[in-house]
């Protein structure tokens, strides 16, 4: 498990990312979103290949249990006020995939976060 670090991600920080990602892509799926959220901790240094000073020894940290639990939050909390719902087309009815349902939700909601 990963320690707390100060430049870990906060629920906010989460939920922004994931509105901006629907703000851009409203036909996306939940392994995209989560897919971001990897590549922020990444780039932050928190999860991924990690290699010690003198090179010998190599490990992955990988993404905590605590920020798969934030993320299902926040979309969880997207689809019950009807920011998007599953699917996104005939041929992808139902999850993985998800559309954006309520375009002006999104968009006060892209609003607030800026």
């Given at each position: 498990?990963?320690?707390?670090?100060?430049?870990d991600?906060s629920?906010?920080?989460?939920?922004?990312?994931i509105?901006k990602h629907l703000d851009v892509f409203p036909?996306?799926?939940?392994?995209a979103?989560?897919?971001?959220?990897?590549?922020s901790?990444?780039?932050?240094?928190?999860?991924g290949?990690m290699?010690t000073?003198?090179?010998?020894a190599?490990?992955n940290r990988?993404?905590?249990?605590?920020d798969?639990?934030l993320?299902?939050?926040c979309?969880?909390?997207?689809?019950?006020?009807?920011?998007?719902q599953?699917?996104?087309n005939e041929?992808n009815?139902?999850?993985?995939?998800i559309?954006v349902?309520?375009k002006e939700?999104l968009?006060?909601?892209?609003?607030?976060?800026?």
């Amino acid at each position: 498990m990963r320690q707390h670090f100060e430049q870990d991600l906060s629920r906010e920080d989460i939920f922004r990312m994931i509105v901006k990602h629907l703000d851009v892509f409203p036909l996306t799926s939940l392994e995209a979103i989560r897919e971001v959220i990897r590549s922020s901790l990444n780039q932050r240094g928190l999860i991924g290949g990690m290699t010690t000073q003198t090179g010998a020894a190599t490990y992955n940290r990988k993404i905590s249990d605590q920020d798969i639990q934030l993320i299902n939050d926040c979309i969880c909390d997207l689809l019950n006020s009807r920011v998007i719902q599953p699917g996104i087309n005939e041929v992808n009815q139902d999850l993985p995939w998800i559309s954006v349902f309520d375009k002006e939700k999104l968009e006060t909601l892209v609003n607030s976060l800026s």
